[in-house]
Nanobody, 126 residues
Framework: VQLQASGGGLVHAGGSLRLSCAAA????????VAWFRQAPGKGREFVAA?????????YANSVEGRFTIFRDNTNKTTVYLQMDGLKPEDTAVYYC???????????????????WGQGTQVTVSS
């Protein structure tokens, strides 16, 4: 499935952004969908995931309570990442990814996902 991430931008600390991950060709309800991010000079980091079944969601400790991943139940080809209380350390390129059936114990691992969007830049100023 082809993914398109959008919604990034420049915000002040404490602000909010909503990222979108749109799929072409198949509904994202067929997949576990995750968001990862990569800051300059750092590796790709897990942010959040929504499992294909059961409605379960998972978050990195650094974003728990501030970010929310959710599916659009009307438009089944889109998954969102609502980011509130943004901090300068959230500055990164954010990528969405999908996987057919990632192992639960490895759901935070980038290797479990085989389709990736192109990334959208999020910059949080202090």
């Amino acid at each position: 499935v082809q993914l398109q991430a959008s919604g990034g931008g420049l915000v002040h600390a404490g602000g909010s952004l909503r990222l979108s991950c749109a799929a072409a060709g198949r509904p994202l309800t067929d997949y576990t969908v995750a968001w990862f991010r990569q800051a300059p000079g750092k590796g790709r980091e897990f942010v959040a995931a929504a499992r294909r079944t059961g409605g379960y969601t998972y978050y990195a400790n650094s974003v728990e309570g501030r970010f929310t991943i959710f599916r659009d139940n009307t438009n089944k080809t889109t998954v969102y990442l609502q980011m509130d209380g943004l901090k300068p350390e959230d500055t990164a390129v954010y990528y969405c990814a999908s996987g057919s059936n990632p192992i639960l114990s490895s759901i935070r691992s980038a290797s479990m996902y085989n389709s990736w969007g192109q990334g959208t830049q999020v910059t949080v100023s202090s």
